[in-house]
Every structure is written in C-alpha cells, then in structure tokens.
C-alpha cells in the first residue's frame, strides 16, 4: 500500500487544527497519549466518485470517538477505514480487530470507536471512504452492528484502494454515468469483503433483502410511473442487482408490479360489485396503476381467465362472499 502523492504534500497540522479538519465530514475524534504541544498530524480529503473520502495519520498512539462525540455529531453512515501503512487495533462496541498494511475494517459512524497504535514508534496511515447507511445495508443483505474486518483476503482490499486512488489522482472528467458505475464497483467490493462466507447465512440475509424490495413495491405498485430502476435506487441496489434478486426467484420486477396491480385490481372490483357503486371500471384500473384500460382488461382476462366488468367476475365474486359467509359460520 502506498500514500496518493497529494497526501505526501499535504501540511502538517497541530492538534485543534487537524481535529476541526476531520470533524467536518467525520465527527469529533481525540488523539491521546501524546501532549498537544507534540502532536503533529495530516488530513486530506477527497471525493471519490461522489463518494466522501480522506487520507489521514497523526502522531498520537491512540486516536478516539467517544460515545459523547457520536450522540453530538449524530452521524449517520458507514465507512471504510484501508490500513496503508503501520498497523492498528480498531475496537468498537465489544468488538476489537488487528489491521495490518493492506487490511480493511467497515465502521459505524454513529458508534464510539478506538484506534490503537500497534506499534508505538510507526504510526498509522488510514484512507477512509464513507458509504451511506441504507445502501451498505441493501448491498449486504443486513446491518453490520460493530466494526468488521475483511476477510484474509488483502488483494480485494488493495484493488477497493487502488480504484479510489485512482479516482483521486485522475482527470475530473469522467462522465457522471462513469461514476454511477464506479459506485457499483465500490459496493460490488465490499460486498466480496463483508458479505458471510457460509452459503446459508448468505441465503438468509439475501431473502431479507427481496422481502425488503418487496415491500418497498407493494408501497409503490399504484403510481403508474414507478420504474424498477427507482424501486432499485430506494432500495439502494443496483438495478442489475435487483433483477438479479427476481430472476433467481423465477421472476422479474415488472411482472412482480403487474401482479399486484392485478391482485388490487381484483379486490376493488370486487368491493364494487358488493357494494354496487357503480364505480368506471377506468377509475379503478388507473387507482391500480395502470394507464390503458385495454392493456388492464387485457392482463385481467389472462390472470383470472375472465374479463374484469364481465358476468362471470360478478360470478366469481358473488361465489367468494358465499364462501366466506359460510366459513364465519
């Protein structure tokens, strides 16, 4: 691992300055056992890819955000702290991990956290990217609760650096799609770092997240204007990640949306007919999302096997409250 050339550059600050330059994006942090007077320390920040990010060190054998700092800052993300050089013990929570050069740990900022020296005469030198809650979330499949350490596996981690310093050190002139892409790829690692290696474990955390993007459907199926590539940014996937969840369930989103269109279709026209209000058979299709009334008729005659104002729903419906009446009794 290895330092981007702008942060070899970067001025040495004294202690209430580096501290007010890392609170700007990270929070309040304290450096110990040193005396301020001694302290030297370096932050840079960068974006990568819209992504907020930082190299930093200092002097100090032990660097802190107490739970205090966190309750104040109120922060609310992940972050990814890559060892580039020395090591560290990183503890938060009841949780302590080793890193070493090459190692990388996810974070909790809105946790206290520790990081301890392991080597008092080499200090640490950390690059941090920060990842929003909800999408390290969706990506993984559940919520970390306390610092993690990428699996031994240190060439994910040097590849997750490199993209970001290669970010920094590069023409600004990258199309925003570009970037959309990168974000993915940065996501895409950590989810190779982070996600459980134990198949059963993996199976479990996916089916939470597709209950998770159901649900976010079955909010949204009647606006007519919702799109996978927006139910995919609100779960903060990717869209082929999200295709990716229903085609391995046999499947696709949109045949998903169309369903429960369906479904609701089904239960207003069924409420109509019992409650004789005479309800445009348009109205209802458009409260279920559905702009073309022929295209609804359609897709209705081919779920249910009859038309949706016809006889045999009227059938149909009567034939389910029958049914029902009998089961209270």
Not at 75 to 102: F, N, T
Not at 198 to 223: W, Y
Not at 262 to 281: F, I, N, S, V, W
Not at 297 to 321: I, K, N, V, W
Request: charge should be neutral.
């Amino acid at each position: 691992m290895h330092p981007s050339d702008d942060f070899l550059d970067a001025p040495e600050l004294d202690y209430d300055v580096w501290r007010d330059v890392l609170r700007k994006d990270w929070g309040w942090h304290s450096a110990t056992d040193i005396e301020q007077g001694a302290f030297t320390g370096r932050v840079r920040p960068h974006d990568v890819h819209g992504f907020v990010a930082m190299d930093f060190t200092c002097n100090a054998c032990r660097v802190e955000r107490t739970e205090r700092d966190a309750r104040l800052d109120d922060l609310e993300h992940y972050y990814i702290a890559i060892q580039v050089a020395g090591g560290s013990v990183v503890a938060q929570d009841d949780r302590i991990v080793k890193l070493g050069a090459g190692d990388v740990a996810l974070i909790d900022s809105a946790k206290p956290v520790t990081y301890a020296a392991e080597d008092k005469q080499q200090y640490g030198q950390w690059f941090c990217l920060q990842l929003p809650r909800r999408s390290v979330i969706s990506h993984l499949g559940f919520e970390p609760r306390h610092v993690s350490c990428g699996r031994p596996e240190t060439r994910i981690g040097r590849l997750l650096y490199q993209l970001a310093l290669d970010a920094i050190n590069e023409d600004r002139s990258m199309p925003a799609q570009a970037h959309a892409y990168m974000r993915l790829a940065v996501y895409d690692l950590l989810g190779a770092l982070f996600s459980p290696s134990d198949p059963i474990a993996a199976s479990l955390q996916t089916d939470k997240l597709f209950t998770r993007v159901c649900d976010i459907i079955k909010a949204r199926f009647a606006d007519p204007d919702i799109t996978p590539g927006q139910i995919a940014a609100e779960a903060g996937i990717s869209l082929r990640y999200l295709q990716k969840l229903f085609t391995s369930r046999g499947s696709t989103c949109s045949r998903y949306v169309h369903a429960l269109r369906l479904d609701y279709a089904a239960e207003l026209l069924k409420r109509r007919t019992h409650l004789k209000t005479g309800q445009p058979l348009s109205l209802i299709a458009y409260a279920c999302g559905f702009r073309d009334y022929t295209y609804f008729a359609r897709g209705f005659r081919r779920r249910f096997g009859y038309a949706p104002g016809g006889a045999e729903f009227r059938t149909a419906s009567d034939d389910s409250a029958r049914l029902a009446g009998e089961d209270k009794r």
